[in-house]
């Protein structure tokens, strides 16, 4: 099974909509990463999370980390063709500094 | 710009044929990883290096190896590549070992196995 869990798995969404992806663990996150990849690329570094109830931004794209640093939510204000492709979470999910990664939520913007 | 490099972007083998794929950095990181990549998962992690010690993941096959001659490059071999090794091989590198130094990623190699 998965250390971490990310829903949804695909989504549509309608350009100019919003939209969240999550990605939760059992296991308390000491780093949260998002990146993003574009099919058959590698990983774009978006944002990283240390700290309970940290959020940051940039551009349109906000990313959270719970309280109790097990779940991080990854929202997109006004969808554009550009935040088409595979958004990843990884984290480090037993202070060992190695990321353990999501599987990916694949995100299709529609004109 | 500083970056990290994978080449080559696509390698197709044969089975049982060893290959060898390149990473390099000019990010001057202590670090470097190699993730597995299989279609529509998550990457995992085989090995990295710190510095010239090298650190093996418990479950990485012993058909994969991995070289660092020196601070800039790292090599991914693969011995005698199976059908189940086709997949995109990540390398990554970081300045530190610590949840809070940031990886960053080549473009990837994906990897065929006929």
């Known amino acids: 099974s998965q250390e971490l869990e990310q829903s949804p798995q695909s989504l549509i969404v309608q350009e100019g909509k919003n939209l969240t992806i999550n990605c939760t663990s059992s296991k308390t996150l000491y780093g949260l990463y998002w990146y993003k990849q574009k099919y058959g690329e590698g990983l774009i570094f978006l944002m990283m999370?240390?700290?309970?109830?940290e959020e940051k931004s940039h551009e349109k794209i906000t990313a959270k980390l719970d309280e109790k640093k097990q779940q991080s939510s990854l929202h997109i204000t006004a969808s554009q063709p550009s935040h088409a492709g595979i958004y990843l979470c990884g984290a480090d999910i037993a202070n060992d500094y190695k990321l353990s990664f999501g599987a990916g939520t694949t995100v299709t913007v529609r004109a | 710009d500083a970056m990290v490099i994978q080449n080559p972007r696509y390698q197709v083998t044969q089975f049982g044929k060893p290959v060898t794929l390149s990473c390099s950095q000019t990010l001057n990181h202590n670090v470097m990883y190699w993730y597995q990549q299989k279609s529509s998962q998550a990457p995992k992690l085989l090995f990295h290096?710190?510095?010239?010690?090298?650190?093996n993941e418990a479950d990485t096959p012993d058909n994969f190896q991995s070289r660092r001659p020196n601070t800039s490059f790292c090599f991914l071999d693969i011995r005698s590549p199976g059908l189940g090794d086709a997949a995109m091989y990540l390398c990554?590198?970081?300045?530190?070992?610590?949840?809070?130094?940031?990886?960053?990623f080549g473009p990837g190699t994906r990897l065929t196995v006929l």
């Open positions: 999370l240390q700290k309970g109830g």
């Open positions: 990554a590198t970081s300045s530190g070992l610590a949840s809070y130094n940031e990886q960053f």
């Open positions: 290096y710190y510095d010239k010690d090298f650190n």
